[in-house]
């Protein structure tokens, strides 16, 4: 793939983020929960800010999959009818890539925060570890964010976009613990695995993709 960053600095990022992921997965694993995370999660919800209700909902409603799955096929669609299967497979990835979450939370099997220990807000089912709605988020914002310069020649255009995936991805890792949905281990397991979920779907697609060697 012409606009992915190098396949060295791609896999030697996708270990590290996977060896994280896996330390922290194992630590979270059980019906345990952290000191640390009621500590963080009633910290969050004691104090909120000005504009922290909206921000909570707008990462609330961007990271679920009934807004990131038909925005990362869409996408998809259109880069492969404009010729760009490049790019396309990466869009499609977030798709096939999804279901990946729910693997995870069965076999960590860390339960999400209760009623009696935080203020639940959204109430959700399943188990917690890792936040499917961050690890989507990450894996579409982080799509968005490198490939923004090969689609959008203004710079103004890619540093909007830019700007607008990074606050999607901040935004839903702080709602996803004000509203009591998730423990900040949580969180902290979607943002690991959405990286690692990204940086070996960049790796993938660069091979692919890769230019073929002459003579």
């Known amino acids: 793939m012409r606009d992915a960053p190098s396949c060295s600095v791609v896999r030697g990022t996708a270990f590290v983020c996977l060896l994280l992921a896996i330390a922290l997965s194992i630590a979270a694993a059980g019906p345990g929960t952290f000191a640390l995370d009621q500590r ?23 990271g679920s999959s009934a807004v990131l799955i038909p925005v990362a096929l869409v996408v998809a669609i259109w880069l492969f009818v404009r010729g760009r299967p490049d790019v396309a497979w990466l869009f499609a990835g977030v798709v ?3 279901p990946l979450n729910l693997l995870l939370k069965l076999i960590i099997g860390s339960p999400r925060p209760t009623s009696d220990q935080v203020d639940v807000l959204r109430q959700s089912s399943g188990n917690g570890f ?15 964010w490198c490939v923004a310069p090969a689609l959008f020649k203004p710079r103004w255009i890619r540093l909007a976009v830019r700007a607008l995936a990074v606050a999607a991805i901040v935004a839903t ?6 509203s009591g949905a998730h423990w900040p281990s949580d969180v ?28």
Do not use: D, K, N
Not at 53 to 62: A, P
Not at 130 to 144: D, E, N, W
Not at 197 to 208: C, I, N, P, Y
């Open 173 to 178: 890792s702080y709602s996803r613990i004000a």
């Open 130 to 144: 890792p936040s499917g709605h961050v690890t989507g988020v990450v894996l579409l914002a982080g799509v968005v």
């Open 40 to 62: 963080i999660s009633a910290a969050v919800q004691r104090h909120p800010f000005a504009g922290s209700r909206w921000i909570e909902l707008f990462g609330h409603v961007v």
């Open 188 to 215: 902290a397991g979607g943002l690991l695995w959405g990286l690692t979920e990204l940086f070996a779907l960049f790796a993938f697609v660069s091979w692919r993709y890769r230019p073929e060697s002459s003579g």
């Open 96 to 98: 096939l890539l999804r």
